[in-house]
């Protein structure tokens, strides 16, 4: 049975990009060699650690977001910690509720980027002349002038301001 997980570790700061960037790819290689899935890697990129882990205050933050089954993760845990260059990893399993919610968000952001597409297609089909039939006098609309606005709106009512209870 596959599961949504998420995995945050922690990259020493002296680490370069392409380390950084072997570490995901090994990560991608175990989950997919396990019949996973990464749906999306955030880094966040250098921040400041709560406490000090080695003597180092700072840490390359990254966190993967992933589909997989139980057994993976256990060697998902095994392969970071013998990875050098990761201070501290953690995986969580992510809540099915809040997983649909985001997947839900993401389809309706999907659409709504497609949607300008569609708008673009509606207006081209509205500028297109149309053929119409004649207007009457009788269908025209009337074009009114501001001072005469004042003869077509009745006066507002006036109600007493005294109260009989």
């Known amino acids: 049975m596959r599961r949504d997980y998420e995995l945050g570790f922690i990259i020493h700061p002296e680490a370069t990009e392409e380390q950084t960037r072997a570490i995901i790819e090994r990560i991608s290689t175990i989950v997919n060699n396990h019949d996973g899935e990464v749906v999306r890697v955030n880094q966040w990129g250098r921040r400041r650690l709560a406490y000090p882990i080695n003597h180092l205050r700072d840490g390359n933050y990254v966190f993967v977001d992933m589909i997989l089954t139980p057994e993976t993760v256990a060697e998902l845990d095994r392969t970071l910690k013998v990875t050098e260059e990761v201070m501290r990893h953690l995986i969580i399993k992510r809540d099915p509720k809040a997983v649909q919610r985001e997947r839900e968000a993401q389809a309706a952001a999907a659409a709504q980027a497609a949607a300008p597409v569609e708008q673009e297609q509606e207006q081209e089909i509205a ?15 009337v074009e009114v002038a501001p001072e005469e606005i004042e003869e077509f709106v009745p006066p507002a009512i006036e109600e007493d301001e005294t109260v009989e209870a």
């Open 127 to 141: 500028e297109q002349p149309e053929e119409t039939a004649p207007v009457s006098e009788e269908e025209a609309p």
